[in-house]
T-cell receptor, first 114, second 118 residues
Framework: DSGVTQTPKHLITATGQRVTLRCSPR?????VYWYQQSLDQGLQFLIQ???????AKGNILERFSAQQFPDLHSELNLSSLELGDSALYFC?????????????FGPGTRLTVT | AQTVTQSQPEMSVQEAETVTLSCTYD???????LFWYKQPPSRQMILVIR??????QNATENRFSVNFQKAAKSFSLKISDSQLGDAAMYFC???????????????FGKGTLLTVNP
């Protein structure tokens, strides 16, 4: 158990819908990262937050957004869902965003868009 | 942009034997970190081992060790005394050592599926 929690574990929804994925980082971790794992693209970085502020963006679609709240939990919002958004979404956390801090991954949320 | 290549989509090993998984990467940076993550059927991503580029000594963690060849940009993972529980997808990952921007993200290879035969 990494100490990072993600809810829900599984999510099945229809095209065009909007969903919210939730992540609670390890106690004391300030940085949260979101990754998408799909068969086509592999594991890709989406976005990073540090202590409530957006720090970096990767291959995140405009239909996707995220935020980190004062209690440091983070939410990833996916809207106007398409079949191709079906994937495993991971949240990872680290103590800080400086050198050498390992990222510890949550169990992931499996999103299926039908 | 950095890239990570794992040329072996699948590997198999007999229980108690040793197996080596390959990883190469491309970067123009001199400071960076390399990682191996394990993803068993549960899909949980588990950190196996990490290597700092500035360290010449290869990292080891119990039965897991790496062969880091900086000039060749190679970072292989050796698993000794393989166990059934080692069966998983293994991902090699790169992280920049520079600060700021998106430098803290992990860039992953496509993975190697390891099967352990009893």
């Amino acid at each position: 158990d990494s100490g990072v929690t993600q809810t829900p574990k599984h999510l099945i929804t229809a095209t065009g819908q909007r969903v919210t994925l939730r992540c609670s980082p390890r106690s004391g971790d300030l940085s949260v990262y979101w990754y998408q794992q799909s068969l086509d693209q592999g594991l890709q970085f989406l976005i990073q937050y540090y202590n409530g502020e957006e720090r970096a963006k990767g291959n995140i679609l405009e239909r996707f957004s995220a935020q980190q709240f004062p209690d440091l939990h983070s939410e990833l919002n996916l809207s106007s869902l398409e079949l191709g958004d079906s994937a495993l979404y991971f949240c990872a956390s680290s103590v800080a965003d400086g050198f050498g801090y390992e990222q510890y991954f949550g169990p992931g949320t499996r999103l299926t868009v039908t | 942009a950095q890239t990570v290549t794992q040329s072996q989509p699948e590997m198999s090993v007999q229980e108690a034997e040793t197996v080596t998984l390959s990883c190469t990467y491309d970067t123009s940076e001199s400071d960076y970190y390399l990682f191996w993550y394990k993803q068993p059927p549960s899909r949980q991503m588990i950190l196996v081992i990490r290597q700092e580029a500035y360290k010449q000594q290869n990292a080891t963690e119990n039965r897991f060790s790496v062969n880091f060849q900086k000039a060749a940009k190679s970072f292989s993972l050796k698993i000794s005394d393989s166990q059934l529980g080692d069966a998983a997808m293994y991902f090699c990952a790169y992280r920049s050592g520079n600060s700021g921007g998106s430098n803290y993200k992990l860039t992953f290879g496509k993975g190697t599926l390891l099967t352990v035969n009893p």
